[in-house]
């Protein structure tokens, strides 16, 4: 897939493209609707596969705390069949008018035949341009735009705020039925103060990166890729109440029974399925290392003998 962090003139054929356009934070149900419009409409046509996005400083809050890393967005997006990628910083083109993204970004970068959108599409200089208005430039300019309903869970719309949501809350299930696959982190391993090695069960410590959605504080079934392989493994995203002082960043440990490797500096995925306790703060460390003990138990019989993959 042919990657471009900035404006430029894509190396689409000839013919055109079909273009996907939006955020795309977390490549949910709703954003995988889109992209596959855009992909089945470059089949048919002799187009080409690509799909417009854009960058935001962790900072912003624009669109909320990021889903997804980019390079597993970047892996969802290809895998779905897309081979033109353009992620622009916003302040990139934040000025163009709806006629110059258009013309200019559109047109003038991916050569676009078919553009392709979901129902709340917004685009252009403060937001000027919504679907009605990019009917019309696609009417005058003889593009073919394809307006995407928006995908439903329970009664509402997908959203990236709904996954949010539901993680904040520990409702894992809802959140992956929207993404569509399991909420996942990857983020690298990092030495911890070695207290799990020490009370019987080492853990991987992973930091969530500034601008990253968190979920709720507790303790999770989850599993992880290690080397190819999954293992079933229980997850503490938390400030460690019962081993930290009161103020303590949050982290998120994992521990995998039967694994006894080095990971440092590596960047295991850690899927979660659901949502076991919150986090609580332990008279003493025998009750914390039972809790730990029986989370990744639940762990084992929620995943069964056999591995999923």
């Given at each position: 897939m042919e990657v471009a962090q900035q404006m430029r003139a894509m190396a689409v054929p000839l013919q055109g493209s079909a273009v996907a356009m939006g955020f795309?934070?977390?490549v949910h149900k709703g954003h995988q609707a889109v992209i596959q419009t855009a992909v089945e409409a470059a089949r048919r046509q002799g187009l080409a596969p690509a799909l417009f996005t854009f960058r935001l400083p962790p900072e912003s809050r624009i669109?909320?705390?990021?889903?997804?890393?980019?390079?597993?967005?970047?892996r969802r997006v290809a895998a779905m069949?897309?081979?033109h990628y353009m992620a622009p910083a916003f302040e990139e083109f934040r000025s163009l008018t709806p006629e110059q993204f258009v013309d200019d970004l559109?047109?003038?970068?991916?050569?676009?035949?078919?553009?392709?959108?979901?129902?709340?599409?917004?685009?252009?200089?403060?937001?000027?341009?919504?679907?009605?208005?990019?009917?019309?430039?696609?009417?005058?300019?003889?593009?073919?735009?394809?307006?995407?309903?928006?995908?439903?869970?329970?009664?509402?719309?997908?959203?990236?705020?709904?996954?949010?949501?539901?993680?904040?809350h520990g409702d894992v299930p809802a959140a992956n039925a929207m993404l569509g696959a399991p909420y996942q982190?990857?983020?690298?391993?990092?030495?911890?103060?070695?207290?799990?090695h020490t009370l019987g069960f080492p853990t991987l410590n992973q930091v969530y990166p500034a601008g990253f959605q968190t979920p709720e504080e507790g303790v999770y079934?989850?599993?992880?890729?290690?080397?190819?392989?999954?293992?079933?493994?229980?997850?503490?995203?938390?400030?460690?109440?019962t081993v930290s002082e009161e103020g303590a960043a949050a982290t998120c440990e994992t521990f995998i029974p039967g694994f006894d490797g080095q990971l440092y500096g590596q960047r295991p995925v850690v899927e979660f399925y659901a949502f076991l306790e919150p986090s609580r703060k332990f008279a003493?460390?025998?009750?914390?290392?039972?809790?730990v003990m029986n989370a990744a138990e639940k762990a084992r019989q929620y995943f069964g003998a056999a591995l999923l993959r």
């Open positions: 795309f934070d977390g669109k909320g705390p990021r889903l997804l890393p980019t390079e597993e967005k970047h069949g897309v081979q559109l047109v003038g970068c991916f050569r676009a035949k078919v553009l392709c959108c979901g129902e709340n599409f917004t685009f252009g200089r403060n937001k000027a341009g919504n679907v009605e208005v990019l009917e019309q430039l696609c009417a005058q300019r003889g593009l073919t735009l394809q307006v995407v309903p928006m995908q439903m869970f329970e009664g509402r719309p997908v959203s990236s705020t709904r996954i949010r949501y539901a993680l904040l982190i990857d983020f690298p391993v990092q030495r911890g103060k070695g207290l799990g079934i989850t599993r992880t890729l290690v080397d190819g392989t999954w293992y079933p493994s229980a997850t503490g995203f938390g400030r460690r109440p003493h460390l025998d009750d914390l290392t039972a809790c």
